[in-house]
């Protein structure tokens, strides 16, 4: 019972910071882009894949409150597909949250940037905070059953789904600016390679997060 308290208790928070952070984000900006440009208006933000990731995060998190209170209540069990959901959304997030710590952060240090103006403001939740929360939950706060290679591979379909408009909007039109830096300034040969690279990360991020959950549920 307090197991299932405390994941219901987590989505909510998660559901509830995704609005509020996205309300943030979208209308004042980020730290790190004030810095930058010093525009406070920030709805391009709504097409990176950040916002879109926690955006999903925050979804999966609605659909697992509303199931976690009627299991309190009702001592239903949680369905089985919302692992592989939560899975799906979870990798999705820590990949934006190791993207900025290991890539994004530190290429704006080598700028002679603030490295943590990327994890300052709202996006302290969106770039670390809800990821591991996240990640945690899945690992700790979710039952049976074990994940499988399956819901590996669909933890590939959000970046690989958000790079079409990616590419479409920053390769042939021109109207996003290259806010990742996949291009290395304009390189466009780089980018299939990259992307590639990203769908693969996802996958291994998956894939550590599946191990540990289905090695917790084994240890029971």
Not at 41 to 51: A, E, K, L, N, R
Not at 152 to 160: F, G, M, Q, V, Y
Request: hydrophobic share 55%; charged share 10%; net charge positive.
């Amino acid at each position: 019972m307090n197991k299932k308290l405390i994941f219901t208790l987590i989505n909510a928070f998660l559901f509830i910071s995704t609005i509020i952070v996205t309300y943030f984000t979208l209308t004042r900006g980020t730290v790190a882009g004030q810095v930058d440009t010093g525009e406070r208006v920030g709805w391009f933000y709504i097409v990176t894949f950040t916002v879109e990731s926690n955006i999903l995060l925050g979804i999966v998190a609605s659909v697992a409150t509303v199931f976690g209170i009627r299991s309190l209540l009702k001592h239903h069990p949680l369905p089985e597909s919302l692992s592989t959901w939560y899975l799906i959304a979870a990798s999705s997030a820590m990949l934006t949250c190791l993207t900025v710590i290991f890539f994004l952060a530190p290429i704006r240090a080598m700028r002679g940037r603030n490295y943590f103006d990327m994890l300052a403001g709202p996006m302290f939740f969106f770039h670390f905070f809800n990821p591991i929360l996240a990640a945690i939950t899945l690992i700790f706060f979710t039952d049976k059953p074990k994940l499988t290679l399956k819901s590996r591979i669909l933890s590939i379909l959000p970046p690989a789904i958000y790079a079409i408009p990616y590419i479409i909007n920053v390769v042939i039109l021109e109207n996003w600016p290259d806010f990742y830096g996949l291009t290395f300034g304009g390189q466009l040969i780089f980018l299939p390679l990259v992307l590639l690279i990203f769908c693969l990360a996802v996958f291994a991020i998956s894939s550590a997060l599946s191990y540990c959950h289905n090695r917790k549920i084994a240890l029971k």
